[in-house]
T-cell receptor, first 114, second 109 residues
Framework: DGGITQSPKYLFRKEGQNVTLSCEQNLNHDAMYWYRQDPGQGLRLIYYSQIVNDFQKGDIAEGYSVSREKKESFPLTVTSAQKNPTAFYLC?????????????FGPGTRLTVL | KNEVEQSPQNLTAQEGEFITINCSYSVGISALHWLQQHPGGGIVSLFMLSSGKKKHGRLIATINIQEKHSSLHITASHPRDSAVYICARSQGGSEKLVFGKGTKLTVNP
């Protein structure tokens, strides 16, 4: 079955530690996205990638980093520079990076920084 | 100010009721998306529309481009419809979607 996987579902880290969230897709999609969801707010775009070895900052990229070395993988690192990292993180992909393309979402990772 | 406004924020209904969730936006769009987020957090795309109406099962999405307004209707609602429904607008030429804050729907048996 094709789809997007994120791991782990729940993640706990101590303050000051970097943490990397995994996102893998086998849909053969070119575009991938990382969103952050906080209670009472809409999804906000962190980073997106239109193609392998290329990525662009979204609206809230500060304190985050990404890589896109393979088409199927788009890991997100939450660095110690992110002031409020506790949130629900969602990865998505689409065939192309156009906003009229349907985005397919992963199950999400809930990060809690203690 | 969020460019995409949804109402109501929370909605509780009895099984079988007809549900309407509204979405308004402030700028011209190329498409409007409706998504469903289940309690576990996963999100699925329900509709993408740029004009008129789309129907899938008991779900109907409509859009009025002139009024910058879209509605999601659920007929014969069921407890399994309980979820957060999110609308998002896309603006041609951009890779980004702008999301509403979501409407939490609870359907009681």
């Amino acid at each position: 079955d094709g789809g997007i996987t994120q791991s782990p579902k729940y993640l706990f880290r101590k303050e000051g530690q970097n943490v990397t969230l995994s996102c893998e897709q086998n849909l053969n999609h070119d575009a991938m996205y990382w969103y952050r969801q906080d209670p009472g707010q809409g999804l906000r775009l962190i980073y997106y990638s239109q193609i392998v070895n290329d990525f662009q900052k979204g609206d809230i990229a500060e304190g985050y980093s990404v890589s896109r070395e393979k088409k199927e993988s788009f890991p997100l690192t939450v660095t110690s520079a992110q002031k409020n990292p506790t949130a629900f993180y969602l990865c998505a992909s689409s065939i192309e990076a156009g906003d009229t393309d349907t985005q397919y979402f992963g199950p999400g990772t809930r990060l809690t920084v203690l | 100010k969020n460019e995409v406004e949804q109402s109501p924020q929370n909605l509780t209904a009895q099984e079988g009721e007809f549900i309407t969730i509204n979405c308004s936006y402030s700028v011209g769009i190329s498409a409007l998306h409706w998504l469903q987020q289940h309690p576990g957090g996963g999100i699925v795309s329900l509709f993408m529309l740029s004009s008129g109406k789309k129907k899938h099962g008991r779900l109907i999405a409509t859009i009025n481009i002139q009024e910058k307004h879209s509605s999601l209707h659920i007929t014969a609602s069921h407890p399994r419809d309980s979820a957060v429904y999110i609308c998002a607008r896309s603006q041609g030429g951009s890779e980004k979607l702008v999301f509403g804050k979501g409407t939490k729907l609870t359907v009681n048996p």
